[in-house]
């Protein structure tokens, strides 16, 4: 083999490399190599590789000038240094450089080329016009350790069915709460995939990993629930990410798939006089896909209920919507605990707002009863207590 320092290189980000991870952990299969022009062709017109879905081609053609220049100079058989982050993370031995259309691929991944469309024109800006195939060999590659965790659960609790839920949990909400609550009656094991994004908006995954643990640690059945973090690269973008998200779970070792009522890759379509999802296209994955009810709070039921069986209208019903709530916390304010598990917002904002109490203790003792002992206490012990003063009704 070539010497790599004498080898042509090409520069990929962390989205690239996540994905070329994820392919050599057999988490992609069917998928098991970088396509080449004839696969993507098939794939592009029947949706399938070796008779199984996989809604795109797996290509790697990463944009820029110099990439560009090096893709249109290999031959055949050539070995390339693939670079992420300035350091060797791979070696490649070229079978085929072919054209690509950047825009045609953005569709293929979204749905659309809309630059509206969110993370559309981020995925443009790393797609070049030019794609290489060919056997690839990872470097200093580390072994994934999900698969023997999640192994070992099922050994400890002799688990038959396995179901996975992806979720973002940004923030863990009451909802997200009952579909956990909820899926859980009905398997033995449940794999949470705690979705990994590469931007550091809203809440970090540390955050959300956190509140998630604390949930499940303290309400939760023991031994009964994994989390697994799920890089959410461009690939599991668009309305084909139900379909990566089952192709996962089952390389996973999971044999179910739940997922949210308003999952953004749910999509419905029409289709010869009935409705359809996305889930109707899956074909040769053996995972079998539930799609669950949406819950809301009912001021008439007086507690969460599903969307399905509550007979009272909109005007009773509060929605859980993610970006409503992290907004509340972003401004500093606790919300309301029909919302959020007070505990879990108050992990949240001593973490998004860290000292920002002038005096902390005299704030504690002027405003919240005490049993007069000095003690130290945290935001997070703040939040909290200041938490049972909203929920005083006495004099309302």
Do not use: W
Not at 76 to 103: C, G, N, Q, R, Y
Not at 209 to 223: M, Q, R, S
Not at 262 to 282: Q, T
């Amino acid at each position: 083999m070539t010497s790599s320092r004498k080898n042509k290189t090409l520069l990929i980000d962390k989205e690239a490399a996540s994905a070329l991870e994820l392919l050599k952990d057999g988490l992609l299969s069917p998928v098991e190599s970088l396509m080449n022009e004839e696969q993507s062709k098939s794939v592009l017109k029947t949706g399938l590789i070796n008779g199984k879905s996989f809604p795109f081609p797996f290509l790697l053609a990463p944009a820029g000038k110099m990439n560009s220049e090096v893709l249109a100079s290999l031959k055949k058989d050539e070995e390339v240094t693939i670079l992420f982050e300035k350091k060797p993370f791979a070696t490649l031995i070229v079978d085929e450089v072919f054209h690509i259309d950047p825009s045609d691929r953005i569709k293929q991944i979204y749905g659309t080329d809309d630059i509206s469309h969110p993370g559309v024109m981020a995925t443009f800006k790393r797609i070049g016009s030019l794609a290489v195939s060919g056997e690839y060999t990872l470097l200093n590659e580390s072994s994934n350790t999900n698969k023997q965790i999640i192994e070992d659960a099922k050994k400890l609790i002799d688990a038959k069915h396995t179901t996975a839920l992806v979720m973002a949990a940004n923030p863990l909400h009451r909802a997200h709460e009952r579909l956990i609550r909820q899926t859980l009656e009905n398997t033995d094991l449940l794999v949470i995939f705690l979705l990994k994004p590469y931007t550091e908006s809203n809440l970090s995954y540390k955050i959300r990993k956190k509140a998630l643990d604390f949930f499940i640690n303290n309400f939760l059945t023991k031994n009964h629930v994994v989390v697994v973090p799920l890089e959410n690269s461009y690939i599991f973008a668009g309305y084909n990410e139900i379909i990566l998200d089952a192709i996962v779970a089952k390389n996973y070792g999971c044999n179910k798939l739940t997922i949210g009522r308003n999952h953004a890759g749910l999509g419905m379509f029409y289709d010869c006089n009935s409705n359809k999802s996305i889930i109707d296209k899956v074909i040769g994955i053996d995972i079998e896909i539930t799609v669950a009810s949406e819950y809301v709070y009912c001021d008439k039921c007086t507690t969460l209920v599903s969307k399905n069986t509550c007979p009272h209208g909109q005007h009773h019903q509060i929605s859980y919507h993610s970006n409503s709530i992290l907004e509340l916390l972003e401004l500093g304010i606790l919300p309301p605990t029909i919302l959020m598990r007070k505990e879990i917002s108050a992990v949240i904002l001593s973490k998004l707002h860290p000292n920002r109490f002038k005096n902390l203790e005299k704030l504690y003792y002027d405003i919240l009863p005490v049993e007069g002992l000095l003690e130290e206490h945290t935001e997070n012990d703040f939040y909290l207590e200041l938490m049972k003063l909203y929920q005083t009704t006495s004099l309302t």
